[in-house]
C-alpha cells in the first residue's frame, strides 16, 4: 500500500467542530457525531510538526475491528465507518472521511480514563521503582522492567485535556465517578483486556497494557467510547522479541520518541518535524499492527 498525504487538519464545512484534541476532529451532525482520526501524531505532550500517512485510518479501522467483536461484552458508540450511511451533510465529505472516520453516538464521557496493564512498562515501571507499588497495589519485590504482573491490575487516572494523564488509586477514581460505576468499569476494562490479549497473542503479539474510555448517554446507559485498543492507545510488542528487563520493542510510536531524545529536543516549543525515514518506519509500525491483528491489508479508500 503506497503512501497517502498526510491529513493533519479538517475543516468541514456545514458541520459543526466540536472537539480538536492531539489526534482526532469532532464534529456534530444531526444528532450524532462524526469522529475524525487524523495523521497527527503527538510525543512528549505535544503534536509533531510531521504527520504520518495512513496513521488515521490505523486507528478507525482498527477500533472499528475491536468495537465489533466485544459487543459481546459492553455496548459501544458505534454507528458505522461507511459514509454512504452518514447524515447528508457528512458525506459531501466524502474524500475526506473514507476509511478514517467514524459516525458515533452521542456520550457525557467519564472524567477518568480505565486502564488495564498486565505487564511493568511505562509510568507503571517508574511507579513500581518508586514506591514498589502500581497505583496504590503492592507488588512483589525484585520485578523487572517488562516483566508480566502477577495478574492483570485495574490502574485509573485522570483525563488530561493538555499534558500527562495521572495515574490515581481506586478510591481517587470512586470518588470521581461513584463506586458502583467505578466497579462496573474495573470489571468491564479487565474482561475487555483479557479479549484483547487472547487475541493478539493467537497474532504472535503481547499486548502489555492499553486504556479504554467510557460514555454515558442521556438515558444513563454506559457506552465505550473513543479509540479501543490501537498502537496509541495500547503497548503491543512482539511476542518472539520479548525479552523482560527492559524496553520492548513495539508497534507505536516509540520509535518517534527514541529519535526526539536522540536529537536532544528539550521537549518545549518549537516542535521538530521529523525526517523522511522515521516518518516511514513509524507507518510501517502502525501497518504491521493493523495487519497482524486482522489478518488483512489496511484498506485504502
Known sequence: MSA??????????????????????VYAVEDALVMIATDRISAFDYVLGSGIPDKGRVLTQLSAFWFGRTRHLVANHLISTDVSTYPPAARAHRETLDGRSMLVRRT??????????????GSGWKDYKATGALCGVTLPPGLRESDRLPQPLFTPATKAESGHDENISEAQAAQV?????????????????????????SCGIILADTKFEFGLTDAGELLLIDEMMTPDSSRYWPADLYAPGGPQPSFDKQYVRDYLEAIAWNKQPPVPSLPPDVVTRTRDKYLDAYRRLTGTPLVAS
Open 4 to 25: 497517502s498525504t498526510p491529513i493533519l487538519d479538517t475543516s468541514l464545512d456545514g458541520l459543526e467542530l466540536v472537539r480538536r484534541g492531539k489526534v482526532r476532529d
Open 108 to 121: 457525557a464521557p467519564l472524567q477518568i480514563e480505565c486502564v488495564a496493564r498486565g505487564y511493568l512498562s
Open 177 to 201: 465517578v461513584g463506586p458502583e460505576l467505578l466497579a462496573r468499569l474495573k470489571s468491564l476494562t479487565l474482561a475487555l483486556y483479557a479479549f484483547g490479549v487472547d487475541h493478539a497473542a
